[in-house]
């Protein structure tokens, strides 16, 4: 039995139950390290390299680690650093995109989490339970969904245990209609803003029909003012696209890039370095609804769901539109037919038939 428990801020405190006689041989090979009077007991520093080498040369032996430790490194099972390497590796190798990346990472460290034990010792009675958890916790269906996903993918790819999930169902996603916005509270939402770079992003969000996620990862680069469009690098599902680029947005976004001169991303963060987040995105739509006094249950996404039933609401075709809006499934696109007016403007009401 090893326990690995803190002893400082800088140090961990590893003792051994008994001792064999390779144990200090082995301790020889972690550097900064030091013996106790007792011999049974080292103490190391206490770093993320250095209880990855500890773990993985005393795979043999039963080990403790306290809650503290535990906590600070997420070692809710003894082969958590293998899995992980193991998981990035394969999803990197899958293609897909850095949000899928960081989303199945974040469900599989949860998942390990909730049994902390071997991912090969659970079956497909606890991985049903996992989900069923998340279901109860009122958890959307596609959050639920990326879970069951980043779970199988888990057991197909790195433990190579595919039949353990494929019996697990996934939950309906509801029908629920997109917000809309119309025209009018469009052009209030983003004329009432007099901060420059925050009517740039709404008016570029809304002119491109673009998800949040691909607004603040935009690059100088990627506005063609010659083809009036907008270069979409790595959307949804790891794929590029162009989309439309206004003359409206464009004379906002020339006025920007005078006073701001950004140079490789288009909307800087702090550090210029970094791209702007999401979240601050959201906050400057929430705070453009406040002011120009829009009551509607309306996220920054109903500016892309506005700008596709917008164009429906012209005529344009939904294949088109499917292209713009970067769906894989025209079937997704074909929900705007729900809240377009085009197909429902010409159709009188049958009360003004009474007399």
């Not at 740039?200 to 673009?210: H, K, N, R, V």
């Not at 939904?318 to 377009?340: A, D, F, N, P, W």
Request: glycine share 4%; aromatic share 8%.
């Amino acid at each position: 039995m090893i326990r690995i428990q803190k002893f400082n801020k800088e140090s961990l405190l590893v003792s051994f139950l008994y001792n064999k006689g390779n144990i200090k041989t082995k301790m020889t090979k972690i550097s900064e390290r030091e013996s106790c009077q007792n011999k049974n007991r080292w103490i190391i520093s206490n770093n993320k390299k250095t209880i990855k080498k500890l773990l993985t040369m005393f795979e043999d032996f039963e080990v403790d680690i306290a809650e503290q430790v535990e906590e600070e490194y997420g070692l809710y099972c003894r082969n958590i650093f293998i899995i992980k390497e193991k998981m990035e590796e394969k999803i990197k190798l899958a293609g897909f995109s850095f949000l899928t990346f960081r989303s199945y990472l974040m469900h599989v460290e949860k998942f390990l989490k909730f049994y902390r034990q071997d991912p090969h010792l659970l079956g497909e009675k606890e991985i049903k339970k996992y989900i069923l958890k998340l279901q109860e916790e009122d958890n959307s269906a596609a959050y639920v969904n990326q879970a069951i996903s980043a779970i199988k993918f888990l057991y197909k790819k790195v433990l190579k245990e595919k039949s353990k999930t494929v019996n697990i169902p996934r939950p309906k996603s509801s029908k629920k209609l997109p917000d809309i916005l119309n025209l009018k509270e469009v052009k209030m939402i983003i004329n009432v803003l007099d901060n420059l770079k925050h009517k740039a992003i709404l008016s570029i969000t809304y002119s491109g029909g673009l998800r949040v996620s691909e607004v603040v990862r935009l690059e100088s680069r990627d506005i063609d003012s010659e083809r009036m469009l907008i270069h979409v690098r790595k959307g949804k599902g790891n794929k590029d696209r162009y989309t439309l680029l206004s003359d409206r947005c464009l004379q906002i976004l020339r006025r920007y890039y005078r006073k701001y001169q950004p140079t490789y991303w288009l909307f800087p963060g702090r550090p210029r370095t970094n791209h702007l987040n999401k979240r601050s995105v959201q906050r400057i739509f929430k705070k453009a609804c406040r002011k120009a006094k829009i009551n509607k249950e309306v996220s920054i996404h109903s500016l892309r769901h506005s700008f596709a039933t917008h164009l429906m609401d012209k005529g344009t075709d939904l294949k088109h539109i499917q292209k713009l809006m970067g769906h894989k499934s025209l079937k997704t696109t074909e929900r705007y037919t729900h809240v377009t007016n085009r197909s429902i403007e010409n159709i009188t009401s049958p009360i003004d038939q009474l007399e």
